[in-house]
């Protein structure tokens, strides 16, 4: 079975400083990853996945996400953050070859600051 | 416009009543998730489809109930028997034809317990 590590609960930053939001995966065959975001009362919104190919991967809103598999990572970043960017982020997982269901990691708050 | 309609936005429910929470896509997808949200839990999987008249426990199952009549439908029912109701509902629908594609959310039900 998958797990998915969130590292930090909550995260706050000034705005345009970078920031890194952590996850951490465990799972015993490939997997495919996800980064989603949620705004204060709405559904969640997909950022960017990893599917295959380059580890280096490009998503909406400037973010982007490295898969180490040495490390079983997956973090996000962006290089400048602005206020907008305050929301929750999720991490998630599923199984290569699987049923295409997702597990998710308990959530990253990040609050922009001005 | 494609998406996936979840109605009503909020909802309350008495002491042993039954509520069902209505959850519609007109994406074509195959796939239809149910996600309970509770802060600083993240999504956990209530039941999922794949098929029309096929469902598949997930990992949070007990006191909920579902039917997949038609493809665009995936409605949930909360039933007396679920004793922790209050929290946010997230429905999710996916195109299994193309594989490994990311699932989309609708914006959520909250269930409150008067």
């Known amino acids: 079975a998958q797990s998915v590590t969130q590292l930090d609960s909550q995260v706050p930053v000034f705005e345009e400083a970078p920031v890194e939001l952590r996850c951490n995966y465990s799972?015993?065959?490939?997997?495919?990853l996800f980064w989603y975001v949620q705004y204060p009362n709405q559904g969640l919104q997909l950022l960017l996945k990893?599917?295959?190919?380059?580890?280096l991967v490009k998503g909406i809103n400037g973010f982007e996400a490295e898969f180490n598999k040495s490390q079983t990572s997956f973090h996000l970043r962006k290089p400048s953050v602005h206020i907008s960017d305050t929301a929750e982020y999720f991490c998630?997982?599923?199984?290569?070859?699987?049923?295409?269901?997702?597990?998710f990691g308990k959530g990253t708050k990040l609050t922009v600051n001005p | 416009d494609g998406g996936i309609t979840q109605s009503p936005k909020y909802l309350f429910r008495k002491e042993g009543q039954n509520v069902t929470l209505s959850c519609e896509q007109n994406?074509?997808?195959?796939?239809m998730y149910w996600y309970r949200q509770d802060p600083g839990q993240g999504l956990r999987l209530i039941y999922y489809?794949?098929?029309?008249?096929?469902?598949q426990k997930g990992d949070i199952a007990e006191g909920y109930s579902v039917s997949r009549e038609k493809k665009e439908s995936f409605p949930l029912t909360v039933t007396s028997a679920q004793k922790n109701p209050t929290a946010f509902y997230l429905c999710?629908?996916?195109?299994?034809?193309?594989?490994?594609?990311?699932?989309?959310f609708g914006d959520g039900t909250r269930l409150s317990i008067l």
């Open positions: 799972s015993s065959v490939s997997v495919y």
């Open positions: 489809s794949q098929i029309v008249n096929d469902f």
């Open positions: 999710a629908s996916s195109n299994l034809a193309i594989g490994n594609q990311p699932q989309h």
């Open positions: 990893y599917l295959s190919g380059s580890t």
């Open positions: 998630a997982v599923s199984e290569e070859g699987g049923s295409e269901k997702l597990v």
């Open positions: 994406l074509n997808h195959d796939a």
